[in-house]
């Protein structure tokens, strides 16, 4: 139960430190499902607008990385295979 904490309390910093970027980004992050350890984040394709929907499960972290992988918006489909790979910073 401890591990579950820990990983809750870190994303919970990192997802802060995402957010002060958010609008220059265009990035939209949910609540975390603190059940199961998840949230998406809505990303803004600036060239066209396009929006692009992330699924991340953060279960043992900071001890693995998080699973990420996109949604399909219609269909609510994890695992878009045609979607861009792009890493995100935000420290």
């Known amino acids: 139960m401890m591990e579950k904490e820990i990983s809750l309390q870190i994303m919970r910093e990192e997802i802060e430190a995402c957010q002060q970027e958010q609008d220059l980004y265009g990035w939209e992050f ?8 998840t949230f998406t984040v809505r990303l ?13 499960q953060f279960d043992n972290y900071p001890q693995w990385p998080p699973f990420l992988d996109f949604i399909e918006e ?9 979607a861009s790979i792009f890493t995100i910073t935000c420290r």
């Open 30 to 37: 949910s609540s975390i499902d603190e059940g199961n350890l």
């Open 44 to 56: 803004l394709k600036t060239m066209d607008g396009e929006i692009y929907k992330l699924y991340v």
């Open 74 to 82: 219609s269909t609510g489909t994890i695992g878009i295979k045609a």
